[in-house]
């Protein structure tokens, strides 16, 4: 079908900027040093920048940065973390690699982001830290989880793989926690050509440990101090990474230009519940997420209709045959189960157009017209 709307589309973020990407890849396959050199140090650099944050620490991917973040925090078995009951599994691998237990926390159902007045409830003698998951690009309410983890000392592990540039009260996501995560996959609103993440932080000696924790444990080549990772940033991706990211306040823009087009022609549709944001927040988008009671009829309509769409997620972690030895039975998380059953991802990526918006919301109009 030529009108085929995909999901998600790299080629309009991709095409424009080949030539200066492949002569980035040039750059580093000329200079022949391909691991920990001048393009991860200068990409380090740019995205602290960025963030505004002193420190950034390039790693392998994101799970990656999550697990380093709790090992550098000292965080393992026997201590506990909150995590969102309705985030993308890292969220909780992170913290079970590390050997210590996710404890979930609901959402706020307006923005599906962990509500922090859910935190007293979750809290127990072996509460370490905190990771919130800024969802689907939108800023969690960072300001009162600060403060609820500083009055009984913990951690707080932003995981904001979703939402570069978001910020709360205008501050920017990844610079609130003590350490924060993020990912370059490919898909996120900054992505790589492959696996790539991060983690930023305004404390240089969590900064040294994780430049340690990464790279085998060792500072000095052949002197392990602790039992490390290989976890490293490339050259190659970290050239690539510095050419995408001055685009990204663009990207951005369209994501939000994008979701303003969607709030426009999705209004007053009965039965469809449109993305919310919370007061004090911005939202970078990396996904536009409604919600539909007859969420999978409407998904197979949209199919029918040539519009590509994804769900995030559809099996909350506490339900996963993974998680089975935590014993966490259906209906404990009643939020995300209800997320899980009723979410759908509609198409967003820069360079998509207005004209698209309205075509997918169009079908879902006449979807929720035809279902009554
Ligand atoms: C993508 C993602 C991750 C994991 O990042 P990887 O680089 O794929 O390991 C973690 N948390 C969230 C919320 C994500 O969206």
């Not at 090992?71 to 009951?85: H, K, M, N, Q, T």
């Not at 509500?115 to 509460?127: E, G, H, K, N």
């Amino acid at each position: 079908m030529s009108d085929f709307i995909p999901f998600l589309s790299l080629a309009p973020q991709h095409e424009p900027l080949r030539a200066e990407v492949l002569a980035a890849v040039a750059r580093v396959y000329d200079s022949n040093w391909l691991v920990l050199g001048e393009e991860v140090a200068a990409f380090e650099r740019e995205y602290a920048a960025f963030s505004q944050v002193t420190y950034c620490v390039g790693v392998a991917n994101g799970l990656d940065a999550m697990v380093l973040a709790l090992r550098a925090l000292g965080v393992g078995p026997g201590d506990e973390v909150i995590v969102p009951s309705n985030t993308y599994i890292a969220t909780w691998l992170a913290v079970t690699q590390v050997g210590a237990t996710p404890v979930p926390v609901e959402p706020d159902p307006a923005t599906a982001n962990l509500d922090p007045d859910r935190l007293p409830a979750a809290l127990t003698p072996r509460t370490r830290a905190i990771i919130p998951v800024h969802l689907y690009g939108q800023a969690c309410r960072m300001p009162e989880i600060m403060a609820f983890a500083r009055q009984h000392g913990l951690w707080v592990v932003e995981d904001n793989a979703q939402a570069h540039g978001a910020a709360f009260a205008g501050q920017l996501t990844g610079s609130f926690g003590h350490l924060n995560a993020t990912s370059f996959y490919p898909g996120k609103n900054l992505g790589a050509l492959g696996d790539a993440g991060a983690l930023t932080t305004a404390d240089a000696a969590l900064a040294q440990q994780l430049r340690v924790l990464r790279n085998y444990g060792s500072q000095e080549k052949y002197h392990n101090e602790v039992v490390g990772y290989n976890s490293r940033l490339d050259e190659l991706q970290a050239a690539v990474l510095r050419t995408k990211l001055p685009q990204l306040p663009r990207w951005t823009a369209q994501r939000q230009q994008l979701a303003a087009w969607y709030n426009h022609y999705l209004a007053d549709i009965p039965g469809l519940h449109r993305p919310r944001t919370a007061s004090g927040a911005t939202h970078v988008y990396h996904l536009y997420v409604v919600r539909h009671a007859r969420r999978d009829a409407l998904q197979r309509y949209l199919t029918q209709h040539g519009i590509g769409t994804l769900i995030h997620y559809p099996i909350p972690p506490h339900r996963q045959p993974a998680y089975a030895p935590l014993a966490l039975p259906a209906g404990a998380f009643p939020i995300a189960e209800e997320l899980a059953a009723t979410s759908l991802s509609l198409p967003l990526w820069p360079g998509m157009s207005e004209a698209q918006v309205a075509t997918v919301a169009g079908a879902i109009r006449e979807f929720a017209a035809s279902a009554g």
